[in-house]
């Protein structure tokens, strides 16, 4: 199993930037892994953000942040980013990382077997 701890989330501006980090501890995260980013906010569902192949680094967004929010490997072991730029209202939410066996339905939560504790971001207005 795979422990995941997010951090990053705070109070932001409108049009501002965040970088989220996940740091994986635990089970190495292999190069069959995928990694993922999630968000929920009140009342709503988890929403997919964004996912990562680990070995290969290919990527997926969501059409919500395609052109805003970036993720990326780090140099760090085990380590994965999400950049957030020109934040908006809309984005405030808890965020979530995640981790799955197989860079497949990486829309779909329900692949993900690990999940961190979740990093609150607010955007103000």
């Known amino acids: 199993q795979v422990q995941l701890v997010e951090s990053g989330g705070q109070l932001v501006q409108a049009g501002g930037s965040l970088r989220l980090s996940c740091a994986a501890s635990g089970r190495t995260v292999s190069r069959d892994y995928a990694m993922g980013w999630f968000r929920q906010a009140p009342g709503k569902e988890r929403e997919f953000l964004s996912a990562l192949n680990w070995s290969g680094g290919n990527t997926y967004y969501a059409d919500s942040v395609k052109g805003r929010f970036t993720i990326s490997r780090g140099n760090a072991k085990n380590t994965v980013y999400l950049q957030m730029n020109s934040l908006k209202p809309e984005d405030t939410a808890i965020y979530y990382c995640?981790?799955?066996?197989?860079?497949?339905?990486?829309?779909?939560?329900?692949?993900?077997?690990?999940w961190g504790q979740g990093t609150q971001v607010t955007v103000s207005s």
């Open positions: 995640a981790a799955a066996l197989g860079f497949y339905n990486t829309h779909d939560p329900r692949h993900f077997r690990s």
